[in-house]
């Protein structure tokens, strides 16, 4: 465990040592055991019937999910006295990496151990674990969870499914459709989430056979084919009073934790999705020849290749850093205790900035990724005789999955701020600090002999920069800054960054000393080509920022602050990127497996 734990969003003010990051080199046996008995499974079980079950053969589907239920990758989460194995995030998360390479089968697989499962591990009852939670955890059913509608997507309170209780108060009677549910096709169990009275937004579990539940066709889509998406809808659906999940009118409390938690999974999902396509370009770089000479060697595409291993080491250095975190986080919470559940989500909830990152950032390197993939392929990659071309298709549904990334955004720094005004982060001091270090020029000579000093001034620097831009927003909008979209997305795409490039700046440092000379070269590429893109990238979020909140004097201040704040000195670019390139492409897979 760490000794010093971050508050959510803590990260933007304080240094975090590399001592106290959790990084993928720290892997247990029992991880590495885990992560090698997922990839099995899916490279023997899944892969080989990929396109039957993109065709929608969904009892290949099926079969899939009891055989993870044998391996008991279904029950990494829930409580050992339901026959769960209740591990570690850091278990979860390695799981979720390799099912990704299943392709749509990990969608199934995803919304069934997380969002189908969860509620009901963190807010059923001991009579509804134990009526329904064995079934899920091994298998024999699947689970899916009911909450967009066709009228409320972005905004889940607004559903407008109701549910209303019999005469003779044995049941709810539901009514209304569910729209885009996954595994809608073949779930047993689904939790529906509905109005009572039209007023008190409450969870309740579904099974498939209740009077009234009628599955809808499955949807023609882009990507993702072998996943079932449906319709569910409610007629006069038939639900017994004891299967309310949690509290009358504090559905919000589920869905909203719920989805905290499917966010970090898919950041780790999606890492491993890239993983999968980039090997899958560097392999036909190598083979496919041009002018004589395999496309690889071409500078063009090789730079592709040294990028795509950067932004892929700095999505993996923040997920696992995330795992670690809430890992850190939920030990302190006492097993047994009565409220142990309550507490267990505060400790999730206290990382929901961080979970927004993650699925932001992580759905945004696999879709670069599989466009540049595709690019490599040229022709061949836009037919479906190769793989990047479902690659691209199954990408695209991450960014809307879970939450869209501009909802996302907005919610990062939505919720760092309301932490702030709630006295628990000093973002207003901190802010007023960094207004002075705009004013004062710095003369300090950077120790050259520090390793990644560079990176860590800039860290430091970005660090200004967002609490410059937020602090100015804050001033000026005041409680109306949250309407301020388009100022709130330029703070997120600050934030983001900071946390990529500080994770993986931490985890390069944590791991340079130990690690061979081969190895030290290519942690330094990495860092050297991510830090150069993340100071362009918060740069041009910063100028965008100052652009929407100031004018005149001010502006001319913020712009010279940015300039200065997000300068990284990058000499040496190119020969890292070469550097980097060349070992992924002799090797033919990610450098930092």
């Known amino acids: 465990m760490a000794e010093n734990i971050l508050l959510g969003g803590e990260y933007l003010i304080k240094e975090t040592s590399c001592e106290d990051v959790f990084t993928p080199e720290d892997f247990t046996d029992e991880h590495r055991q885990m992560a090698e008995t997922t990839e099995q499974f899916v490279t023997n079980e899944i892969i080989p019937n ?70 009901l591990v963190y807010y059923g009852t001991p009579a509804q674990k134990e009526q329904y939670l064995e079934k899920i955890i091994s298998g024999e059913w699947c689970a899916a969870y009911c909450l967009t509608e066709p009228g409320s997507g972005s905004d889940a309170l607004g559903a407008q499914a109701t549910a209303v209780l019999s005469e003779d108060g044995k049941h709810y009677i539901l009514n ?76 919000h409390k589920i869905a909203f934790n719920v989805l905290n938690i499917g966010r970090f999974k898919l950041g780790a999902g999606v890492c491993g999705a890239s993983k999968m396509a980039m090997v899958e370009g560097i392999k036909y770089a190598n083979e496919r020849k041009q002018f004589n000479t395999p496309i690889a060697k071409f500078g063009a595409i090789s730079q592709k290749i040294a990028d795509l291993t950067a932004y892929i080491f700095a999505s993996e250095s923040l997920v696992y850093r995330l795992a670690g975190l809430l ?13 142990y559940y309550e507490e267990y ?6 990382y929901a900035p961080e979970c927004g990152i993650s ?25 479906s005789d190769y793989p990047a071309e479902r690659y691209y298709r199954d990408e695209r549904i991450n960014r809307i999955f879970e939450g869209t990334n501009e909802i996302n955004r907005l919610l990062i720094p939505g919720m760092i701020l309301r932490k702030a005004m709630k006295g628990q982060l000093p973002l207003q001091s901190e802010a007023m600090k960094a207004f002075e270090s705009l004013m004062t020029p710095s003369f300090e000579e950077l120790d050259e002999s520090i390793l990644f000093v560079k990176e860590k001034e800039l860290i430091k620097n970005l660090k200004t920069l967002f609490l410059i831009l937020a602090g100015t ?86 712009l010279s602050g940015i300039r200065r704040f997000a300068k990284y000195d990058a000499t040496g670019l190119l020969a890292a990127k070469r550097t980097l390139a060349q070992a992924a492409c002799e090797d033919e897979k990610y450098v930092f497996g």
């Open 50 to 119: 990929i396109e039957e079950i993109d065709k929608q053969n969904f009892d290949l589907v099926v079969e899939g999910m009891k055989k993870c239920g044998e391996l008991g990758l279904l029950m990494m989460d829930a409580p050992e006295e339901y026959g769960g194995l209740e591990l570690d995030k850091v278990s979860s998360m390695l799981v979720g990496e390799k099912i990704s390479y299943g392709g749509s089968f990990s969608v199934a697989f995803a919304a069934h151990s997380g969002i189908g499962t969860l509620p």
């Open 345 to 350: 989500l505060k400790g999730i909830e206290e």
């Open 176 to 251: 209304g459709t569910k729209q885009f549910i996954t595994n809608g096709g073949f779930a047993e169990l689904f939790t529906v989430f509905a109005k009572i009275d039209k007023e008190h937004f409450t969870a309740f579990l579904v099974e498939k056979s209740f009077e009234g539940l009628i599955v809808g066709p499955e949807e023609k889509k882009l990507g993702i084919k072998g996943s079932s998406t449906t319709q569910i809808i409610l007629d006069n659906c038939k639900v017994p009073v004891e299967n309310l999940l949690g509290e009358k009118g504090k559905g």
């Open 327 to 339: 890992d850190d986080k939920l030990a302190t919470v006492e097993k047994g205790i009565d409220n």
């Open 359 to 383: 699925k932001v950032f992580c759905s945004e390197v696999l879709a670069m990724t599989v466009d540049e993939v595709v690019q490599i392929h040229g022709g061949y990659g836009f037919v």
């Open 473 to 558: 927003g804050v001033q000026k909008f005041m409680d109306k800054l949250e309407h301020e979209q388009e100022i709130l997305m330029t703070a997120a795409d600050i934030a983001i960054q900071i946390f990529a490039l500080e994770s993986t700046v931490l985890r390069a440092e944590k791991n340079y000393d130990k690690a061979s000379d081969r190895k030290k070269e290519l942690l330094a590429a990495a860092v050297k080509i991510f830090a150069f893109e993340a100071s362009e990238n918060a740069g041009s979020a910063g100028r965008k920022g100052a652009f929407f909140v100031e004018e005149g004097d001010a502006l001319t201040m913020i």
